[in-house]
C-alpha cells in the first residue's frame, strides 16, 4: 500500500514541529490574540475603540537569497528574524503599530531541526516587534526544492489611527533628514554580494576577514534591525512628517518614496559611517559608488524627516532606543515632480 510518506511527505512529522513550536509561538501571543496554534485561521480581537479612525497597514515580504548563506553555514536561527523585520518595518513607515504576522515555510523535505530555528527566529522578530505570531503555513513539496533548503514569506498586519498616520505629504523644502543606522547588508542586494565576495573574490563563508572582525558568514548573517517600536515612540516625542525603510534600492530608491510633488533632497555623504561590509563589496567588485547606493542600505536602514526644529529631540530619542542617529541632510525645492536624491561630499 502506496503512502503519502513513500511520496516524500510526512505527516507525522509535520505534526511534531507544531508541538515543537508552541512555546515559541505562544511566547509572541498579546492580549488580543484569540486562538491557539493549529487552527485553520488565527483570531485576533482587533480592539477598534481604541483609536479615532483606525487605518489597517498591511505587508509582505521575504528574505532573497541571504537565505542561500544561512544553508551555506547550516544556521537558521536569525532569518526569522529577517523575515519579521522585512515586513513589520514596511508597516511601521506608516506609523503603524504591528498587530500579528503570519509566516510561509516551504521545503523539499521537512527538518525539524531547521524548521524549529527559523520559527524561533520569527518568534524572536515578532517579541522584537511586540506582534503575535498568530499563524503560518508548513509546506514540504519533494523534489521542488533543493536538499536542504527552503523558502520564507512573511505577512504582517498593523494599525495606526488616522490622524496620526506618517504619509510624507507634509514634507517641505528644509526639513532635516535623520538616518537610523543599519546592522549591516540587512536582506537585500545578496545577489551582488554573492556575486562579488563568492565568485569573483573566491570567498567563503568561514573566510575570516579582519575589516570585518571576523568570518564573513557570520557578517552577512547578521539580522535585520527591527525598527517598529522605536517608530512609534519617536512619533510620540515629536511630529514625523516621513518615514522610509531603505531596503532594496537604496537610499536613492527608497527615500523618494515618501517626497511630495517637487521635492527632493541632498544627502551629504560622510555624515555616518559607512559600515566595512559595504567597502569590501565595493572593493572587491569595482562596484562604482552610485550603484552601491542604489543596491545597498549603505549603514542606513530607515530615514525620517523632520521640522528642523525637532532635530535634536529625534536623534536623542533614537539614542535611548539604543539606535544611532544621524543628520543626513535637507530637503530641498525642484522643479520637477519626480523625486531625486542628491549627493554632495
Same mark, same amino acid.
Request: net charge negative.
Given at each position: 500500500?502506496?503512502?503519502?510518506?513513500?511520496?516524500?511527505?510526512?505527516?507525522?512529522?509535520?505534526?511534531?514541529?507544531?508541538?515543537r513550536?508552541?512555546?515559541?509561538?505562544?511566547?509572541?501571543?498579546?492580549?488580543?490574540?484569540?486562538t491557539?496554534?493549529?487552527?485553520?485561521?488565527?483570531?485576533?480581537?482587533?480592539?477598534?475603540?481604541r483609536?479615532?479612525?483606525?487605518?489597517?497597514?498591511?505587508?509582505?515580504?521575504?528574505?532573497?537569497?541571504?537565505?542561500?548563506?544561512?544553508?551555506?553555514?547550516?544556521?537558521?536561527?536569525t532569518?526569522?528574524?529577517?523575515?519579521?523585520?522585512?515586513?513589520?518595518?514596511?508597516?511601521?513607515?506608516?506609523?503603524?503599530?504591528?498587530?500579528?504576522?503570519?509566516?510561509?515555510?516551504?521545503?523539499?523535505?521537512l527538518?525539524?531541526?531547521?524548521?524549529?530555528?527559523?520559527?524561533?527566529?520569527?518568534?524572536?522578530?515578532?517579541?522584537?516587534?511586540?506582534?503575535?505570531?498568530?499563524?503560518?503555513?508548513t509546506?514540504?513539496?519533494?523534489?521542488?526544492?533543493?536538499?536542504?533548503?527552503?523558502?520564507?514569506? %512573511?505577512?504582517?498586519?498593523?494599525? =495606526?489611527?488616522? *490622524?496620526?498616520?506618517? $504619509?510624507?505629504?507634509?514634507?517641505?523644502? /528644509?526639513? &532635516?533628514?535623520?538616518?537610523?543606522?543599519?546592522?549591516?547588508?540587512?536582506?537585500n542586494?545578496?545577489?551582488?554580494v554573492?556575486?562579488?565576495?563568492?565568485?569573483?573574490?573566491?570567498?567563503s563563508?568561514?573566510?575570516?576577514?579582519?575589516?570585518?572582525?571576523?568570518?564573513?558568514g557570520?557578517?552577512?548573517?547578521?539580522?535585520?534591525?527591527?525598527?517598529?517600536?522605536?517608530?512609534?515612540?519617536?512619533?510620540e516625542?515629536?511630529p514625523?512628517?516621513?518615514?522610509?525603510?531603505?531596503t532594496?534600492?537604496?537610499?536613492?530608491?527608497?527615500?523618494?518614496?515618501?517626497?511630495?510633488?517637487?521635492?527632493?533632497?541632498?544627502?551629504?555623504?560622510?555624515?555616518?559611517?559607512?559600515?566595512?561590509?559595504?567597502?569590501?563589496?565595493?572593493?572587491?567588485g569595482?562596484?562604482?559608488?552610485?550603484?552601491?547606493?542604489?543596491?545597498?542600505?549603505? %549603514?542606513?536602514?530607515?530615514?525620517? =524627516?523632520?521640522? *528642523?526644529?525637532?532635530? $535634536?529631540?529625534?536623534?536623542?530619542?533614537? /539614542?535611548? &532606543?539604543?539606535?544611532?542617529?544621524?543628520?543626513?541632510?535637507?530637503?530641498?525645492?525642484?522643479?520637477?515632480d519626480?523625486?531625486?536624491?542628491?549627493?554632495?561630499?
Open positions: 500500500m502506496t503512502t503519502y510518506r513513500d511520496a516524500g511527505v510526512d505527516i507525522d512529522a509535520g505534526d511534531e514541529f507544531v508541538e513550536i508552541k512555546p515559541h509561538v505562544r511566547a509572541t501571543f498579546r492580549p488580543e490574540v484569540m491557539d496554534l493549529g487552527g485553520f485561521g488565527g483570531l485576533f480581537r482587533f480592539q477598534a475603540n483609536y479615532q479612525d483606525p487605518v489597517l497597514v498591511s505587508g509582505t515580504d521575504g528574505v532573497g537569497t541571504k537565505l542561500k548563506i544561512a544553508f551555506l553555514m547550516d544556521k537558521h536561527d532569518v526569522g528574524i529577517d523575515l519579521v523585520a522585512m515586513c513589520v518595518n514596511d508597516i511601521a513607515v506608516s506609523g503603524a503599530e504591528p498587530l500579528f504576522f503570519l509566516d510561509y515555510f516551504a521545503t523539499g523535505k527538518s525539524l531541526k531547521t524548521a524549529e530555528a527559523v520559527v524561533r527566529g520569527i518568534s524572536d522578530g515578532c517579541r522584537q516587534a511586540g506582534c503575535a505570531l498568530i499563524g503560518g503555513e509546506a514540504e513539496m519533494p523534489s521542488f526544492y533543493a536538499e536542504g533548503e527552503y523558502d520564507l514569506a %512573511g505577512f504582517a498586519v498593523g494599525v =495606526v489611527d488616522r *490622524p496620526k498616520m506618517i $504619509d510624507g505629504r507634509q514634507i517641505v523644502p /528644509g526639513d &532635516a533628514v535623520i538616518g537610523l543606522a543599519s546592522t549591516g547588508v540587512h536582506s542586494g545578496f545577489s551582488l554573492r556575486k562579488v565576495l563568492f565568485e569573483k573574490s573566491r570567498l563563508v568561514e573566510s575570516v576577514m579582519p575589516e570585518l572582525g571576523g568570518a564573513l557570520e557578517t552577512l548573517l547578521t539580522p535585520t534591525r527591527i525598527y517598529a517600536k522605536q517608530v512609534l515612540s519617536l512619533a516625542a515629536c514625523i512628517k516621513g518615514i522610509a525603510h531603505i532594496g534600492g537604496g537610499i536613492t530608491e527608497n527615500l523618494p518614496r515618501v517626497f511630495p510633488a517637487r521635492c527632493g533632497a541632498r544627502i551629504r555623504r560622510g555624515s555616518w559611517p559607512v559600515l566595512p561590509i559595504f567597502q569590501t563589496i565595493q572593493e572587491r569595482g562596484v562604482e559608488l552610485s550603484e552601491m547606493y542604489r543596491v545597498f542600505n549603505m %549603514g542606513i536602514g530607515l530615514i525620517l =524627516v523632520v521640522a *528642523p526644529e525637532h532635530v $535634536d529631540r529625534v536623534m536623542a530619542k533614537a /539614542g535611548e &532606543a539604543g539606535d544611532r542617529a544621524y543628520h543626513l541632510g535637507e530637503m530641498v525645492t525642484q522643479t520637477t519626480e523625486g531625486v536624491v542628491e549627493y554632495v561630499g
